[in-house]
Every structure is written in structure tokens, then in C-alpha cells.
């Protein structure tokens, strides 16, 4: 069975551009999650879907940040326009409908804004 | 607000060496704790992990122990070795609203020398 996935492993963006990550989840897991790890710092939950519909949100750090998860199956995390302190380590995590708690994580996508 | 502390690294240990890292917690109540893994190129991968008071997790020769007393879930393993080498991040688990989200630490560094 494949792992989370996330595109793209590395991106390289100028202030004030347009980003764009996808995560798929394992298949049939409802539950998808955003974590962003900026430089040296901890891992911080960004928000929470359940199938299409986002249950928390609370992390997420501006209105620069958008996530949606079309059909309740990949998720995109758009940065627009992205800043210097945007640049770490994006991580998705899924789990399945009746173990909310058993999170997989995917590789991360790393990203630097110069 | 809840909050995890882990030892700075890089820790750098030759191989068969005792390995211990640091980790404390604040947190309100008894949260579950765990402590995730990220070699190199790949997700975090859950470790071990305890969810009440004096538990012990284990997992490939790696220990720790949830202690109240000390906020403390320091993670030890008697002989490393170079696969061993790695990110580990210490975390709590918190439920709020219907979602399940994890509080890390900022990883720590472990270098293991042939």
C-alpha cells in the first residue's frame, strides 16, 4: 500500500510568487493534515480535513494561506504571495475514518522563499 | 498553551554508545505521548509512543517513559547504531473540537559514527 505522498520534494520560490503543494493521503483515509516546520523551529499543525470539509483550521498562520481538498481525496496548500518566513518543511499526515489518532506522515516538501 | 522542549543537538555518538534525548512537556492533564522518527529523504514515522502515566513505549531497541512527576518522556536505547541516525521529535497529542493534533518539539539531530 503506498504512503502519503507529497509533490513537489523541493521548491525554490521568489518573494511575492505563488506556490503550490499537493498531498495525496492513503487511499480511503478521510482525515487529512497540514504541518509546517519553519527553520529549526518545531512542527506546528496548520489545519485538519475530514473528507472535503475542514474540521479545524486554527493553525493556519494568514490569509496568504489557502487549503482544499477537492472531492475529499488530494489536498493542495497554496502560499499567495509567499514570504521569506514561509520558507520550511511542509508535512501531510492522513489517517483512516475510526483511528483519528494514528497519523502517517509523507516526506514533506521543503521550501524556500529567497 | 501546551508545549514540548527537546534537547538541541546534533548528537553525535559512535556506534554501540548509549544514546539519551531529552524531553519534557507542558501540558494540562495527561496527553499521549510519542516520539516520531525522520530518516533521511523520508516521513516522519511513528517510534513509540505511551499514553498514560508511567507507561513505557518500546520499539527497535529504543525506550522511554511517561513520568508526571518530572513532565518527562525521555527516549533511550542502550547500543546505537549507524542506521539509527536521524531526526527524532518528542510530541503530545491533544483533542480539541473533533480533531486530533500532535505538539512537537524541534527534532533532534543524531549523528551515529561507524
Known amino acids: 500500500e503506498a504512503g502519503v505522498t507529497q509533490f513537489p520534494s523541493h521548491s525554490v520560490i521568489e518573494k511575492g510568487q505563488t506556490v503550490t503543494l499537493r498531498c495525496d493521503p492513503i487511499s480511503g483515509h478521510d482525515n487529512l493534515y497540514w504541518y509546517r516546520r519553519v527553520m529549526g523551529k518545531e512542527i506546528k499543525f496548520l489545519l485538519h480535513f475530514v473528507k472535503e470539509s475542514k474540521q479545524d483550521e486554527s493553525g493556519m498562520p494568514n490569509n496568504r494561506f489557502l487549503a482544499e481538498r477537492t472531492g475529499g481525496t488530494y489536498s493542495t496548500l497554496k502560499v499567495q504571495p509567499a514570504e521569506l518566513e514561509d520558507s520550511g518543511v511542509y508535512f501531510c499526515?492522513?489517517?483512516?475514518?475510526?483511528?483519528?489518532?494514528?497519523?502517517?506522515f509523507g516526506p514533506g516538501t521543503r521550501l524556500l522563499v529567497l | 498553551g501546551d508545549s514540548v522542549t527537546q534537547m538541541e543537538g546534533p548528537v553525535t555518538l559512535s556506534e554501540e554508545a548509549f544514546l539519551t534525548i531529552n524531553c519534557t512537556y507542558t501540558?494540562?492533564?495527561?496527553?499521549?505521548l510519542f516520539w516520531y522518527v525522520q530518516y533521511p529523504g523520508e516521513g516522519l514515522q511513528l517510534l513509540l509512543k505511551a499514553t498514560k502515566a508511567d507507561d513505557k513505549g518500546s520499539n527497535k531497541g529504543f525506550e522511554a517513559t511517561y513520568r508526571k512527576e518530572t513532565t518527562s518522556f525521555h527516549l533511550e536505547k542502550g547500543s546505537v547504531q549507524v542506521s539509527d541516525s536521524a531526526v527524532y521529535f518528542c510530541a503530545l497529542r491533544r483533542s480539541t473540537s473533533g480533531t486530533y493534533k500532535y505538539i512537537f518539539g524541534t527534532g533532534t539531530r543524531l549523528k551515529v559514527l561507524a
Open positions: 501540558a494540562t492533564g495527561y496527553p499521549s
Open positions: 499526515a492522513s489517517s483512516p475514518p475510526s483511528l483519528q489518532e494514528t497519523q502517517y
